[in-house]
């Protein structure tokens, strides 16, 4: 199975995996928000340098590019709603710790019995040229529908997420007959809509 | 097989560091224009130089429970994650550095670019770089979908989201003929993920200099050079996808874009130093409202043409 990797790629998942095992114990271990935040970051770069050697370039750039947006988005809100943003007083990251102690070595049992039972399927065709294309062509292609329902169900998450957090609605922001020509917002968006 | 890369074609470690020396010089050339458009001519190749070596000797200030480990891990990202989006800039006809997602990895450094930029603003514990860093935060959450758009409709273009595709795609007809809005929104993303000129609102005045404000020494100098050099990449990278690249008469390739390269520079500086400061919060909303539809209707223009055959 690994062998059409070449050594050195071989090293560089082995030491990049364990490095994003690392940078995610990190986020559990620091007492700071933002220190745990750019921990999770830096699990997911490793992730992504793990894709990287395995020439999976669009996949690795693309994990690379969502994975810091969403990480510089989270320090927001984390910082924002956690009781001890900057480290200043001792605080855990850890919440139920037998509980997911429990869950935690459960998933690690099924994933591991089932990397190693599974009867893999082996390739059979030749590597492609060009595996950004491939990529390409399956998800607008026979990937289609998975793609667009789970495209539709993030954005309808990412509505209700907005909806269920904001405390001002439409009424708010066009009176109770919603006859205003203009809303009443505390910030201006620069439209004057 | 055609040597396709310059880590091929001159040896790993000279090709880096060319492109190394490469960035430095766009640095350099950028902060010298705008040296000459805010103050004149006189000194302006001198001062950058001289401001530098003063910021490598000048002593570091520090704040109270500053949490120095994100805050120079996010000096130090500036300056190279500029230098590493240059790797997938043309130069000389080749990039350093050359896959099938060239595009996609520019703009994923631009968006660690974010989180560095944020990492500046939060490590020195201080009120008014954080809100400079939060500033920025908002500011790239506006710009970076039209800049994404922008950057994908030449890709589309060309059928390929390799640099040296997209230029050798645009022999007969450079593509800012067809999609001039990508252009302009993409310089402009570029000027905003530097938060420089009109986008300098993460480091204005109004907040004693924002992310900026507590860098001192080496530090000033990694945000500052990375600033310039970010900026310098981006106008190589305008060129080579909207511009032609290194296509053009008489002279030879590297040369023509070099000198389309310093034309952007120009242009971006001239104009955007004539421009004040925007609000953050007034201008999201165009970001969202105006910006993502027109790209997106760019975007659409293009895919029309390329299904028309007009690429081809």
Same mark, same amino acid.
């Not at chain 2, 500033?135 to 989201?161: C, D, H, K």
């Not at chain 2, 007809?173 to 809005?181: A, E, G, H, I, S």
């Not at chain 2, 907040?207 to 990449?233: H, K, N, Q």
């Given at each position: 199975?690994?062998?059409?990797?070449?050594?050195?790629?071989?090293?560089?998942?082995?030491?990049?995996?364990?490095?994003?095992?690392?940078?995610?114990?990190?986020?559990?271990?620091?007492?700071?928000?933002?220190?745990?935040?750019?921990?999770?970051?830096?699990?997911?770069?490793?992730?992504? /340098?793990?894709?990287?050697?395995?020439?999976?370039?669009?996949?690795?750039?693309?994990?690379?590019?969502?994975?810091?947006?969403? &990480?510089?988005?989270?320090?927001?809100? &984390?910082?924002?709603?956690?009781?001890?943003?900057?480290?200043?007083?001792?605080?855990?990251?850890?919440?139920?710790?037998?509980?997911?102690?429990?869950?935690?070595?459960?998933?690690?049992?099924?994933?591991?019995?089932?990397?190693?039972?599974?009867?893999?399927?082996?390739?059979?065709?030749?590597?492609?040229?060009?595996?950004?294309?491939?990529?390409?062509?399956?998800?607008?292609?026979?990937?289609?529908?998975?793609?667009?329902?789970?495209?539709? /169900?993030?954005?309808?998450?990412?509505?209700?997420?907005?909806?269920?957090?904001?405390?001002?609605?439409?009424?708010?922001?066009?009176?109770?007959?919603?006859?205003?020509?203009?809303?009443?917002?505390?910030?201006?968006?620069?439209?004057?809509? | 097989?055609?040597?396709?890369?310059?880590?091929?074609?001159?040896?790993?470690?000279?090709?880096?560091?060319? $492109?190394?020396?490469?960035?430095?010089?766009?640095?350099?050339? $950028?902060?010298?224009? #705008?040296?000459?458009?805010?103050?004149?001519?006189?000194?302006?190749?001198?001062?950058?130089?001289?401001?530098?070596?003063?910021?490598?000797?000048?002593?570091?200030?520090?704040?109270?429970?500053? #949490?120095?480990?994100?805050?120079?891990?996010?000096?130090?990202?500036?300056?190279?994650?500029?230098?590493?989006?240059?790797?997938? $800039?043309?130069?000389?006809?080749?990039?350093?550095?050359?896959?099938?997602?060239?595009?996609?990895?520019?703009?994923?450094?631009?968006?660690?670019?974010?989180?560095?930029?944020?990492?500046? *603003?939060?490590?020195?514990?201080?009120?008014?770089?954080?809100?400079?860093?939060?500033?920025?935060?908002?500011?790239?959450?506006?710009?970076?979908?039209?800049?994404?758009?922008?950057?994908?409709?030449?890709?589309?273009?060309?059928?390929?989201?390799?640099?040296?595709?997209?230029?050798?795609?645009?022999?007969?007809?450079?593509?800012?003929?067809?999609?001039?809005?990508?252009?302009?929104?993409?310089?402009?993303?570029?000027?905003?993920?530097?938060?420089?000129? @009109?986008?300098?609102?993460?480091?204005?005045?109004?907040?004693?200099? =924002?992310?900026?404000?507590?860098?001192?020494?080496?530090?000033?100098?990694?945000?500052?050079?990375?600033?310039?050099?970010?900026?310098?990449?981006?106008?190589?990278?305008?060129?080579?996808?909207?511009?032609? =690249?290194?296509?053009?008469?008489?002279? @030879?390739?590297?040369?023509?874009?070099?000198?389309?390269?310093?034309?952007?520079?120009?242009?971006?500086?001239?104009? =955007?130093?004539?421009?004040?400061?925007?609000?953050?919060?007034?201008?999201?909303?165009? =970001?969202?409202?105006?910006?993502?539809?027109?790209?997106?209707?760019?975007?659409?223009?293009?895919?029309?043409?390329?299904?028309? *055959?007009?690429?081809?």
């Amino acid at each position: 199975m690994l062998s059409d990797l070449s050594g050195w790629a071989i090293t560089a998942v082995a030491v990049l995996g364990v490095l994003s095992v690392a940078a995610g114990v990190a986020v559990f271990v620091v007492d700071s928000m933002a220190r745990a935040t750019f921990a999770l970051l830096a699990s997911f770069l490793a992730v992504a /340098g793990i894709l990287l050697a395995l020439d999976l370039v669009y996949l690795a750039v693309v994990t690379a590019l969502m994975m810091t947006i969403e &990480m510089a988005i989270m320090a927001v809100f &984390m910082i924002m709603f956690m009781m001890n943003p900057a480290g200043l007083m001792p605080m855990t990251m850890v919440h139920n710790a037998k509980g997911s102690a429990v869950t935690g070595a459960g998933a690690f049992v099924v994933l591991v019995v089932g990397i190693w039972t599974i009867d893999w399927p082996t390739r059979d065709t030749s590597r492609p040229a060009d595996s950004t294309r491939q990529l390409g062509e399956a998800i607008m292609g026979s990937h289609m529908l998975v793609m667009l329902v789970i495209g539709i /169900g993030l954005f309808a998450t990412i509505l209700a997420g907005t909806v269920l957090a904001t405390a001002r609605g439409r009424y708010d922001r066009f009176g109770p007959r919603l006859d205003s020509q203009r809303p009443d917002d505390p910030v201006s968006g620069g439209l004057r809509r | 097989m055609p040597e396709r890369t310059l880590a091929e074609a001159w040896g790993l470690a000279p090709a880096v560091l060319g $492109v190394v020396g490469l960035g430095l010089v766009l640095g350099l050339v $950028v902060a010298v224009v #705008d040296r000459v458009v805010v103050f004149g001519a006189s000194g302006a190749a001198v001062e950058p130089i001289r401001s530098s070596a003063r910021l490598l000797v000048e002593q570091r200030r520090t704040t109270l429970a500053a #949490d120095r480990l994100l805050w120079r891990i996010g000096c130090v990202a500036v300056p190279t994650l500029a230098l590493l989006s240059l790797a997938v $800039v043309p130069v000389a006809g080749r990039t350093l550095w050359s896959t099938s997602a060239d595009l996609v990895w520019f703009n994923a450094m631009e968006a660690l670019l974010w989180a560095a930029v944020w990492l500046v *603003g939060w490590g020195p514990n201080a009120v008014h770089a954080l809100t400079g860093g939060y500033r920025f935060l908002a500011q790239g959450l506006a710009y970076e979908l039209p800049l994404m758009f922008a950057l994908i409709t030449a890709g589309l273009a060309a059928g390929s989201l390799r640099t040296t595709d997209v230029v050798a795609a645009q022999e007969g007809l450079w593509f800012v003929v067809t999609m001039p809005v990508a252009f302009v929104i993409f310089v402009a993303s570029a000027a905003a993920f530097a938060f420089w000129g @009109p986008f300098a609102a993460p480091a204005a005045a109004d907040i004693a200099g =924002g992310v900026t404000s507590e860098l001192s020494g080496v530090d000033r100098l990694l945000v500052e050079a990375g600033r310039a050099v970010f900026l310098g990449a981006s106008a190589a990278m305008a060129a080579a996808l909207f511009l032609g =690249g290194d296509s053009g008469p008489w002279l @030879p390739g590297p040369l023509w874009h070099l000198l389309k390269t310093l034309a952007v520079v120009a242009a971006l500086v001239w104009v =955007g130093r004539r421009m004040p400061v925007l609000r953050p919060d007034r201008t999201v909303e165009v =970001g969202w409202m105006v910006l993502v539809p027109l790209t997106l209707l760019q975007a659409l223009v293009v895919a029309v043409l390329v299904l028309n *055959g007009f690429y081809a």
